[in-house]
Every structure is written in C-alpha cells, then in structure tokens.
C-alpha cells in the first residue's frame, strides 16, 4: 500500500517513517528545498542558530517515538540542563528553575519563604495529574467523539480541573505574583494565554522539572537532519521544492495528490501543512471556511556575536513590568505590547559548533498577536527597543557585539504558510483542545489523514510526534479493516 504526505514537517516526517516500517511505500511532497518545517536553521558566515523550536522537553516520548521510527540514539545527542533557565524581573530581581527538586526547593525558600509549600503541592498533585492525564488524552485519539464524552473522561478532567485557566490554578499554590507567572508562562510555548489555557496545561511546567530540559546538539532543528538521512535510508521518496496543487477525489476517498498536473497515487493522503491552510487542498469549500482561533506568533531575532557570553544561561526570559497587560495585548487588544517580555537563546554557552571559533549565536524570541492587521515594515522602534532590554538586563556589550543581525516577522511566517502568521498552529483554548480540536481523520474522507502542531493532542515537537504515532495507529486500524493489512499496536 502506499501513502502521499503533503509537508515535511516533523508530523509528516515521523509519519513517513512509522509507516515505512509498517511496509508502506511513502512518497513526501515538500514545498521547500528542505524538510523539517518550524524545525530549520538560519545559516550565515559560518554561523547557524535554530530559526524556530529550541527548547526540548519531554525526553522519553521524544526518544521512545524516534526509537519506534527507527531513527538511531547514536545520531543525535541530547544534553540535559540543569540550571534549566533563568527568569528575569523588571524589578531586577530573578528566578532560577532547576531540575533537582531538592535545589528548587532551596531557590524558592530563600526567594519566595511563604511558597516553599506550595511548589512541594505542586509538584505532588502534577505528578498525580500527568500519570492521569497522558494516558487519558495524550495517547488517545477523538476521531469518534462519543469515545471522549465518558463518564470516565469526565470524572478525569474533573480531577486535571480542566474548568479552570492555567492561572487560575495556581492561586491554589503561589501567594506571589511572580511564582504565579513563573509557572503559567509555558502555555507561550505552544501560543496559548495563560490566563485562558485550560489547567491541564499547566503539567508543562510541571514536567520541565519532572523530566527535565534538554539541548540537542547542533540545535533542535539537527533534529530534522537526522530525520530526512533516516528516511532516505529506509528508501522513502522525497520530492522537495514541490508544490502539492490539490488532493484528487475518485468518488468518496482520495486518489492521490495532484503535483505539476500529474497525479502521485495513493491509498492515503495525509496532510502536514498547517491545518487551517492545508484544507484548501481539498475540493469542499466547506472546509474552507470553518473559523478558527490562532495561535499567537513571534518576532524573531537571530544575532551572530564577536564573542560567547560565557555567564548566561542556555535559556532566560526578561519578562514584561505588568505581565498581565502584556498578555492582555497579545490576546485581546492584539496590538504589539508596549513592554513585551522577551525569551532569549544563547546556546553557544554549551556548543562551540555553532559558529567560528570564540564567536556564538544568540536568539530572541517576543510574543506578539498573530493576524495581518499589523504593519510590521514600520517596527524598527520596537526591534531596536528589544535589542536594548536585552543588552541592559542580560547581555552587557551586546550592540557592540553584533557581526550580523536578521529579523523575522509574523508577516514572513504567514507568507511560508502558517496560519494567520501564528508560530504554534490553531490557539490551545478550552473550545480548540482535546475533543474540539482538529483529530487525525478531520476531513469525512475516509483514507485522508492529517499531522501537526494544529491536530489532537497539540503543539510541540514532541506532542507533534506524538500526534504522528496516534494517526499511523488510526491509518492502520482503517488499513487491517478495509484491505486486510495487519494493525499495529
């Protein structure tokens, strides 16, 4: 049998080779030179820095999916960090996480004595929450909603108080502001506003210290290197800088995907362009136009440095003096914030490969709203006021340190392809998570599937990957029922 993946992002990636290994013939189809989606490099005088993704979590479902897809442990190498990252105040205070509990505990006895308690609560009740909550929504599929309204779901999110925000939450454990704001910022990770993601959420911070951080060498978009070598060792076709025109209907199920007037055949499509983007491969209009929320997106700035700014962190963020506020211009009044908060990446601390000898790369990330109804030709103020937050609160010099400097905007990112120029797929809300977001058999196409950061369980490379495994088991299943092909797992 063969499957056709439109998108060669890591979804499309690790499905192809999941399928491989269950004797599928696999043809990807990428619209760039290169595979790897939000997973790539920006490259320039013997530098390269991530251009997207940097912070890897999860581990053991990252490794255990690689390892079930047959991408060698000897390829790639994972660092653990420990301190993970710094937070920064506008006070000039900070916060450091760590991985030890024990260190974490100390960290916030000498900072926040009166939460001490409530960070061990914490940690105990997220415990409790992950080992419910990943079995019962992380490796499940919805495609048939009556499988999640269960009374046994129910009693489930009861338990994860799933009615709540992630903010919400943790007024039940922090009496400080900033611990409160420590603990929510991670739903930025996947675009999300903490003060309107559902609490379940809030088990990312919980497992950045349950199960660490990690830095894989060479950067997370290695990744993707490590990936299209395995996939053309396993003899996976690749048609790069080839743009998919259409999937082909012959009667109710799909016939392949229309390529430069021609027809690549299969007896599945799947798709891993953004979801909101790649319906339009489709012929019912219908699909079209169904609304949905994005994400929020990202004003990138990627540096090369005449030097390594051998005391920072890997990780820090610099967060905004009214974090609320910040939020609340994101979100709501989606304009671009005053005094945004500002991550920054600087793994040249821990990788001499990433550019010429004595040199390093730096990275800074700022959320900002997603949509087109901001000029962002017009925002070198506030480019060059993120430059002087982080020269003044952590990179000392850093002005006089710049070889190079590129920027990268919500308008470029739509312009590649992602929805509404949103960095994280389809926003993690209440009404866009779990069983309202898009599943893996989203169309009533009966052989068309789809991947990615949009579809159940969600964003993130890992919950990506993750995603790829439930839709090849779904694929499977719907194989062994219609043509007798033995189901995995």
């Not at 046994?152 to 903010?167: F, G, H, I, S």
């Not at 893996?440 to 579809?455: M, Y």
């Amino acid at each position: 049998m063969k499957a056709v993946i439109v998108g060669g992002g890591v979804g499309g990636m690790i499905s192809a080779l999941l399928l491989r290994k269950e004797g599928f013939e696999v043809t990807v189809i990428e619209k760039n030179e290169k595979l790897g989606g939000r997973l790539s490099y920006v490259k320039r005088d013997g530098f390269k820095v991530d251009a997207g993704p940097t912070i890897v979590l999860l581990p053991e479902m990252l490794q255990s999916i690689l390892d079930e897809a047959g991408v060698s442990r000897e390829k790639y190498t994972l660092n653990k960090l420990d301190s993970l990252y710094t937070i920064h105040y506008s006070d000039g205070s900070a916060y450091t996480k760590y991985s030890d509990i024990e260190k974490q505990a100390e960290e916030i006895r000498k900072i926040f004595p009166e939460d001490e308690n409530g960070f061990r609560r914490f940690m105990e009740d997220m415990d409790t929450r992950f080992n419910i909550g990943k079995p019962a929504f992380l490796e499940k599929s919805f495609t048939a909603k009556k499988s999640f309204w269960t009374r046994e779901n129910m009693r489930t999110l009861a338990k994860l108080k799933a009615y709540q925000t992630v903010y919400q939450s943790l007024k039940s454990y922090f009496s400080s502001e900033k611990l409160r704001h420590a603990y929510s910022l991670q739903t930025l990770y996947i675009g999300g506003n903490p003060y309107e993601s559902p609490a379940l959420y809030s088990l990312v911070s919980f497992s950045e210290h349950k199960h660490g951080v990690f830095y894989l060498s060479g950067g997370y978009a290695r990744l993707a290197e490590v990936l299209e070598e395995t996939m053309q060792e396993e003899g996976i076709e690749i048609l790069s800088s080839t743009e998919a025109e259409s999937v082909e209907l012959s009667g109710m199920k799909a016939a392949g995907v229309k390529v430069n007037g021609r027809l690549i055949e299969g007896d599945y499509v799947i798709l891993n362009g953004d979801f909101p983007i790649a319906t339009k491969l489709l012929p019912d209009k219908s699909l079209h136009n169904k609304r949905y929320k994005a994400s929020s997106s990202c004003a990138l700035i990627y540096f090369g440095l005449n030097k390594i700014y051998k005391d920072a962190p890997v990780h820090q963020f610099f967060l905004s003096e009214n974090f609320a506020l910040n939020m609340k211009q994101i979100f709501k009044s989606r304009q671009i914030p005053d005094d945004p908060s500002v991550y920054a990446f600087h793994p040249s601390v821990i990788d001499p490969s990433l550019a010429p000898e004595g040199k390093g790369v730096l990275y800074a990330l700022v959320p900002v709203p997603s949509g087109n109804h901001l000029n962002w030709e017009q925002q070198e103020a506030f480019f060059d006021s993120v430059i002087d937050k982080l020269e003044e609160k952590g990179f000392p010099g850093l002005r006089d340190a710049v070889e190079w400097v590129e920027y990268k905007t919500p308008a470029q990112a739509e312009k590649e392809g992602l929805f509404e120029g949103g960095s994280f797929g389809i926003a993690p809300n209440l009404f866009q998570s779990g069983v309202f977001r898009p599943q893996v058999r989203p169309f009533g196409i009966p052989n068309v599937f789809a991947v990615g950061a949009s579809i159940h369980p969600g964003g993130g490379i890992p919950i990506v990957m993750q995603g790829a495994k439930l839709m090849v088991q779904e694929l499977q299943n719907d194989a062994f029922q219609t043509k007798g092909v033995k189901a995995s797992g």
